[in-house]
């Protein structure tokens, strides 16, 4: 386990880029069809005349392609622990078929756990950006990651 990231790894106020996810239209499609079937998921010429403007993936699904990122981008080489879940996702713009998503991750907050001294609770902002820069989705929560052993 030494070669994985742990709690003592994270500085509050650093960033971390997560790498990119490429938006498909039959992914936002499928997921639509499961999970969150309006039309404007799901039917690209009805899309283009609703508010969003075009086939733009459900926000939950935008969460789930922001989370491919952060697994791929820190967790997965991560002594992680889990999360007791999120304060807060905003939906700030669509995210449409066919446009390529940029991950980032910023340590906001950290502290060692008093009850479980094993474990660091790290608060993080994680966001999905357009390759313009333009904020798509953001969420912040926290990752419980494991402290070094002394």
Known sequence: MSDLLHFEDFTVGESWDLGTYDVKADEVKSFAREFDPQFFHLDEERAKS??????????????????????????ARTAGMGSPGLDEIKWLKPVY???????????????????????GLVTMRWEALSTQGEAKVDMTGVNLIKVRAP
């Open 97 to 119: 078929a066919g446009e390529t998503l940029r991950g980032r991750m910023t340590v906001l907050a950290k502290r060692q756990s008093k009850s479980r001294p094993e474990m």
């Open 50 to 75: 609703s508010v969003l403007g075009g086939l733009s993936a459900s926000g939950w699904h935008s969460c789930g392609m922001l989370m491919r990122m952060m697994v791929d981008g820190y967790l």
